[in-house]
């Protein structure tokens, strides 16, 4: 895939989960390629931004544009153009790791659904356990899975909700290498407070306020 123009645009973007703020006002400006760190304190919203720009989650107040190509794309759409893995993406556990990503792969419409899920599989170094049941995987390649899943149909903005928790050293690894192959064709937003894994950015959104669901 080469790569895509991809503008993201968020006009103060802010939600609340009942009486408590879940992310306060924040505006950002993002295009492809490229990598985008999103930073703040446990609770700031990093999870909550991720999910109003994937389009899985529609914000309190504000705005967001996402175009590609010049094109608008409603936020019911963005499945189609954005891979997504955060900590509540969840696998059938008696299924195999190829088995889970062919299912999504095939309900996505994928024209090839054995090669993507080959060529996922291979980008984060989980191929050789493409057979194992999900349930015998450990908490790191979950993780891994949770990436490749993302990849699976080669989207031009990939969001990844803290994707280096429960790497080990080699999977830490295996990640910045892939950030760095993927930097160059794609839209990577990473939503993280770890220095090893924010400093893989060039630009970062930094969010307000004091977490954990202040109340206000």
């Known amino acids: ?11 103060d973007v802010q939600h609340r989960y009942g009486a408590r703020v879940g992310l306060r006002a924040v505006s950002f400006n993002l295009t492809a390629p490229g990598v985008v760190a999103i930073r ?14 994937a389009g899985l989650l529609r914000p309190s107040h504000g705005t967001t544009d996402f175009r590609v190509s010049g094109e608008a794309i409603s936020p019911p759409s963005r499945p189609r153009w954005v891979g ?8 059938y556990p008696e ?25 996922a599989l291979e980008r984060v170094g989980l191929q050789s356990r493409a057979s194992d049941q999900v349930a015998a995987l450990s908490s790191g390649m979950l993780q891994r899975l949770a990436l490749a899943f993302a990849l699976l149909h080669d989207p031009p903005v990939l969001l990844l909700d803290e994707p280096g928790s429960h ?20 839209l990577v937003v990473i939503a993280t407070n770890e220095e090893r894994e924010w400093s893989l950015a060039e630009r970062w959104i930094e969010l307000q306020g004091r977490g954990l669901g202040d109340p206000a």
């Open 40 to 53: 703040g304190a446990n609770g700031a919203g990093k999870s909550t931004l991720l999910r109003i720009l």
């Open 1 to 11: 895939m080469s790569a895509v123009a991809v503008a993201l645009e968020g006009k």
């Open 167 to 186: 790497l080990d050293e080699e999977g830490k690894a295996g990640f910045e290498d892939l950030v760095a192959r993927e930097r160059g064709r794609r």
């Open 84 to 91: 997504y893995a955060g900590p509540e993406l969840a696998f």
């Open 95 to 119: 299924f195999s790791a190829a088995e889970n990503l062919q299912f999504a792969a095939e309900t996505r419409g994928l024209a090839d659904p054995d090669a993507s899920v080959r060529t």
